[in-house]
Nanobody
Framework: QVLLEESGGGSVQAGGSLRLSCAAS????????MAWFRQAPGKEREGVAT????????TYGDTVKGRFTISSDNDKNTLYLEMNNLKAEDTAMYYC?????????????????WGQGTQVTVSS
């Protein structure tokens, strides 16, 4: 059973930074494709960033390019999302996802395992 546990969310002012973490267990982390998604109230789940932990390849959603960085620590089985220059529109619940049927995809339907989410609130 794959377990994903997010942490690091919180409240921050616009222009600030946060780092999210996702601890994975029951999963072959070093041969995997993982991602961060987010969902704001009343909106669809949006792909934020993905990574192939085998070679470090990444993809980003257009709204976060240049501000967010996805990375992984394969020794710690942990996925990260470094978020800089945060904007009010980044406010959402952020989810870690794994077991992608299509690596580096930003479509939520391609991922089989999800964490419970961590809330990020950015005030302007």
């Amino acid at each position: 059973q794959v377990l994903l546990e997010e942490s690091g969310g919180g409240s921050v002012q616009a222009g600030g930074s946060l780092r999210l973490s996702c601890a994975a267990s029951g999963y072959i982390f070093t041969r995997s494709c993982m991602a961060w998604f987010r969902q704001a109230p009343g909106k669809e789940r949006e792909g934020v960033a993905t990574i192939d932990t085998r070679d470090g390849d990444t993809t980003y959603g257009d709204t976060v390019k240049g501000r967010f960085t996805i990375s992984s620590d394969n020794d710690k089985n942990t996925l990260y999302l470094e978020m800089n220059n945060l904007k009010a529109e980044d406010t959402a619940m952020y989810y870690c996802a794994a077991e992608a049927r299509w690596c580096l995809s930003l479509y939520s339907s391609y991922y089989n395992s999800w964490g419970q989410g961590t809330q990020v609130t950015v005030s302007s």
